[in-house]
């Protein structure tokens, strides 16, 4: 047994490589440490779906290099461990699966960018967490966080509470001390729902600032990959690492000038609130009863943000907001015929797999109708998908009318009132950040009154990572919200963290 158990739970990157530093811990101390708490604790939680086999190795691996190595001259996440959402492509004894048996040994051409670009920093691939199947794009009525190989994931604070998706398994392992950082996946809401749900940060990012490149894909437009961390400094670590060019996401070349000089630590700043101004959408957001938990919370956090030298703009509308919330209408339209176009050429391109395109899943599903839980779980969003015929003129008016809905709305609202933030609970804005591909970050906010954690989210227009980032950590260290999870084992049907529900929590 480790003798690190006290000093490992709930450290950060910095705590750890100090550790390192000062010989008080070892990389395979780390990682056997995070194994042991899998064994322990992944029968409950369903957080995993699989573990590196050569993570051992690889720690002590990286133990010898940093024996021989001068202090401070190793990459920024040297000797760190790191769990993938199961969507994100390693080349080695990993599967890459999206959770679903389909897939199951399948090969893949190549690490996908952002992983080429955590081990050029030092990351320790520890494995893959769990997720909703196919990031909740197979089934409309599948819970969160369920996947045919990885089962149902729990919420570490009360088990029988939703994790919120798709990337529940990233944060439901960081959350519950199952490893050190992880990284998930967003469309709309995958990586702000679960975070504010297991009482986690979460970035993501601007589309095109990380690299898509060999992660299973839903739209080109949407999908970005960002870190899932207990702390805003952990996950801008992570961040640091996987921001920049990716010759194999044309995405990325765009992206190029958003990236400060110097990243992003630079920005962590406790007294980053300062002068900012921060947007505040009462309608439909902040519409819960008047004495609930998170009325009295979020006023209290108003305060604090005006203490700590925030100017609240409140009142604010955004103009066609209810053209944009019931996301399942012409986002959805769009995100069908680009799933099956972007999915048919991320299965084209593997080495080798039982399935080629969308046709060969749906087919599979029902042939293997017990495994993948169909009668169950359903695969009408793949039904729907399979049915396009790429982007015609129907889509191509959905997609011009969704860009307008951004600028007329969220980016006009933003500009108009000169705001650097819209502060937003949960992820209930993680449609409005969506369809224009613009950056949101989410924080521990508070517990309502079962235990279930519940988070606030800072969002800005594109590239403005930086000032997010100010905003989130100067938040943070003025409230200091997250505390460990507590297992409870359930909470009573009138929750009211499900009361205050915009129906946008089932992140894609």
């Given at each position: 047994m480790i003798s690190y158990e006290f000093s490992i739970k709930e450290a950060t990157i910095k705590d750890i490589k100090q550790a390192f530093q000062q010989n008080q811990l070892t990389s395979r101390q780390l990682v056997e440490f995070y194994l042991q708490e899998i064994t322990r604790l992944n029968p409950v939680l369903n957080a995993v779906i699989e573990i590196n086999p050569d993570a051992v190795y690889q720690a002590e691996a990286a133990d010898e290099e940093r024996k021989a190595k001068v202090p401070g001259s190793l990459p920024s996440l040297h000797g760190i461990p790191i769990l993938l959402k199961d969507s994100i492509a390693t080349k080695d004894k990993l599967n890459t699966t999206s959770g679903s048996f389909a897939l199951l040994g399948s090969v893949v051409p190549r690490d996908a960018g952002v992983v080429k670009k955590l081990r050029e920093a030092g990351a320790i691939i520890l494995g893959k967490a769990s997720l909703s199947e196919w990031s909740n794009f197979r089934s409309s009525n599948a819970p969160n966080g369920w996947s045919a190989r990885g089962g149902q994931g729990k919420n570490p604070y009360v088990l029988s509470a939703d994790p919120l998706g798709?990337?529940?398994?990233?944060?439901?392992?960081?959350?519950?001390?199952?490893?050190?950082?992880?990284?998930?996946?967003?469309?709309?809401g995958s990586i702000l729902s679960p975070a504010s749900?297991?009482?986690?940060v979460g970035i993501k990012p601007t589309v095109g600032l990380t690299s898509r490149a060999g992660v299973i894909p839903i739209s080109p437009r949407q999908d970005t990959i960002g870190p899932i961390c207990r702390t805003v400094s952990d996950a801008v670590y992570v961040l640091n690492a996987i921001v920049g060019l990716d010759d194999n996401d044309e995405a990325t070349s765009k992206a190029l000038d958003y990236i400060p000089s110097g990243g992003y630590g630079q920005f962590l700043n406790p007294n980053g609130l300062q002068e900012k101004r921060l947007g505040i959408v009462r309608y439909p957001f902040f519409e819960f009863a008047k004495e609930s938990v998170l009325t009295q919370t979020f006023e209290s956090h108003f305060q604090t943000l005006r203490e700590q030298g925030a100017i609240l703009v409140d009142n604010l509308e955004i103009a066609n907001v209810n053209d944009i919330i019931p996301r399942w209408s012409d986002e959805q339209t769009a995100l069908a015929a680009e799933f099956k176009l972007s999915l048919n050429a991320y299965l084209e391109e593997l080495v080798s797999s039982p399935v080629r395109s969308l046709a060969d899943v749906i087919a599979y599903n029902q042939k293997f109708t017990d495994l993948e839980k169909i009668n169950e779980y359903h695969h009408d969003m793949f039904l729907l998908a399979e049915a396009t015929n790429g982007i015609g003129d129907n889509e191509k008016?959905?997609?011009?009318?969704?860009?307008?809905l951004s600028e007329d709305g969220f980016e006009k609202l933003m500009r108009e009132n000169k705001l650097d933030a819209l502060v937003t609970p949960d992820s209930c804005a993680a449609s409005v950040l969506a369809i224009g591909g613009f950056p949101g970050i989410s924080v521990p906010a508070g517990y309502d009154s079962e235990g279930v954690p519940f988070g606030i989210c800072f969002g800005g227009l594109k590239g403005t990572e930086a000032k997010l980032i100010e905003i989130a950590y100067g938040f943070e260290q003025a409230t200091k919200i997250r505390k460990p999870p507590s297992f409870k084992p359930g909470k009573s049907e009138a929750n009211s963290k499900e009361s205050h529900s915009l129906g946008n929590d089932q992140g894609i």
């Open positions: 798709s990337s529940s398994g990233s944060a439901i392992s960081v959350a519950a001390n199952l490893v050190a950082v992880s990284l998930g996946t967003e469309t709309d749900s297991n009482s986690v008016a959905i997609l011009a009318n969704l860009e307008k």
